[in-house]
C-alpha cells in the first residue's frame, strides 16, 4: 500500500510559478511509475508529466517547456515545477503511482491539490 499526499498548490497570477510536491509512505516510490495528472472543472482527468518504469519522462504538449518533473528517491518525494502558468493551468492536481506485478496493477493515488491561475 502506498500513501500520497500532495502539497504545494494555490492562487497565482498568470505568469506566475508554483511547485507541487507528492510526499510518498508505506512504500519506496522507486520501483512505481509515478506522475501528475489534473482535472478542470467539467473535464477529464489528463496527464500532465510522469516518470515511466524505465525512468524517462513525459509530458503532456501543452505544459511541455514549463513545467518540470523530478524526484527525490531519498525523500520518497515527486516534484512537479510549474513555471510560466496559465489560466487553463487552473484544475486539481493529482499524483499517481503505478506499477505492474503479476496478474495485477497497482495504481495509488493522492487527494490532490488546487491550483488556480489568475488572468
Known amino acids: 500500500q502506498v500513501q500520497l499526499v500532495e502539497s504545494g498548490g494555490g492562487l497565482v497570477q498568470a505568469g506566475g510559478s508554483l511547485r507541487l510536491s507528492c510526499a510518498a509512505s508505506?512504500?519506496?516510490?522507486?520501483?512505481?511509475?509515478v506522475g501528475w495528472f489534473r482535472q478542470a472543472s467539467g473535464k477529464q482527468r489528463e496527464l500532465v508529466a510522469a516518470f515511466t518504469s524505465g525512468g524517462t519522462t513525459n509530458y503532456a504538449d501543452s505544459v511541455k517547456g514549463r513545467f518540470t518533473i523530478s524526484r527525490d528517491n531519498a525523500k520518497n518525494t515527486v516534484y512537479l515545477q510549474m513555471n510560466s502558468l496559465k489560466p487553463e493551468d487552473t484544475a486539481v492536481y493529482y499524483c499517481n503511482a503505478r506499477r505492474s506485478v503479476p496478474a495485477a496493477i497497482l495504481e495509488y493515488w493522492g487527494q490532490g491539490t488546487q491550483v488556480t491561475v489568475s488572468s
Open positions: 508505506g512504500r519506496t516510490l522507486s520501483s512505481y511509475a
